[in-house]
């Protein structure tokens, strides 16, 4: 059984910045497609950033220029530094292991403006 852990939502402003961290224990990614996803209320699960296993780096256009996403491999585990927060980031932040469609529990990201 695979387990995505998430960890690092909350609450912040506008401007602000979050760091969100998904390990995954007992799994190598470094060869994996890994990334984070996002829904909020009434809106479909939307991919944000994704690293894929041969290390390239795909952003939503949205989120160019203000996230970034990072592989560590020795520690099992995928971040996402977010910068420059707007409350339409305001969503559940879910990180997904494409290889078997895994998903994590999804840990809340809230920008008040």
């Known amino acids: 059984q695979v387990q995505l852990v998430e960890s690092g939502g909350g609450l912040v402003q506008a401007g602000g910045a979050l760091k969100l961290s998904c390990v995954v224990p007992?799994?190598?990614?470094?060869?994996?497609?890994i990334g984070w996803w996002r829904q909020s209320p009434g809106k479909q699960r939307e991919m944000v950033a994704l690293?894929?296993?041969?290390?390239?780096?795909n952003y939503a256009d949205s989120v160019k220029g203000r996230f970034t996403i990072s592989r560590d491999s020795a520690k099992n585990t995928i971040t996402l530094q977010m910068n420059n927060l707007k409350p339409e980031d305001t969503a559940t932040y879910y990180c997904?292991?494409?290889?078997?469609?895994?998903w994590g529990q999804g840990t809340q990201v809230t920008v008040s403006s």
């Open positions: 997904h292991l494409v290889s078997g469609a895994y």
């Open positions: 007992g799994t190598t990614l470094r060869l994996q497609d």
């Open positions: 690293v894929t296993g041969t290390s390239n780096k």
